[in-house]
Structures are given as structure tokens and as C-alpha cells.
């Protein structure tokens, strides 16, 4: 199979680590309050159970599209029918992965690809967001760089880790 559930896992957790340091008030997470409006004291009022535990899963989402937009493997396992349809896939499909398996498999390669989806992917989606709920170009930058980060991370763990 050319993913690793595990990888994908520790992928997920990254968006935490990640967050912790970006949004510290050292960092950005001042300018990010009050580019939001946000205030320690609305910040103390959230749910942090429903908070955290939907970042997770929601990051497992991401990191697991993450795996197809990093391992180009993937698209012929999809061509067999998924990882269910292997024993019984073409002898191509096996020659294939016996030759190409791990080709482009590096964390460089994964980060560069994960960089791109977010140059490409989240920075447009955030910017757009943005631009109709009229916020800053400081909380775009801040936010979008975030996600590129993440997805640069993710990418590299992902596409690395065999």
C-alpha cells in the first residue's frame, strides 16, 4: 500500500505542534487576536474538547487527501480498484510498483508537493474567505502561512515516511 496510516497520524498531530508555535503570542498569535477580534477572555470560553477533537479530525481529513497529492503511486492504486483489489490486480499494476514503488518517495519531494497545495490550494480558498468576510491581509497571511506550513509538513511526512 503506498501510504502509512501511522505517517498520516503523526501528519494530523503536526497541524498541533505547528499551531502551538505559530499561533504564540511571540509569534503571531497576538497580531492574529486582534486581527480576529479574539480576546483571552472569548478565547477561555470555547469548548476545548469540541475545539481540539475537530482539529483532529478534521486534520486527519486533510492529511490523508495529503497522501494523494504527494505519493504518485497513488493514482495506480486507484487504477486497480483501491487497496483492496490488489492480490488481485494485473500483473502490470505489480510490475509497476515493483519498478516505481518508491520512486519520487522522499520527504524533500513530499514537502515540495505539500508547499504547492498550499501556494495553490489554501491560499486561495483562505484569501477568498478573506476578501468576502473583509478581513485583513495580515490575518490572510497569517492564516495561509499557517496552512502552508502544515501542508508542507504534511506532505514531507506522508510522501517520507515507507
Known sequence: MPFNFYAIFVAAFSSFVVGFVWYNPKVFGTIWMQETGMTEEKAQKGNRIKIFGLTFVYSLLLAFMMSVLVIHQMGALGMVGGPKMVASAEPSYIAFMTDYGTAFRTFKHGALHGFMSGIFI???????????EQKSWKYIAITAGYWTIIMTIMGAIICGWK
Not at 489554501?122 to 468576502?132: D, T
Open 122 to 132: 489554501a491560499l486561495p480558498v483562505i484569501a477568498i474567505n478573506g476578501l468576502f
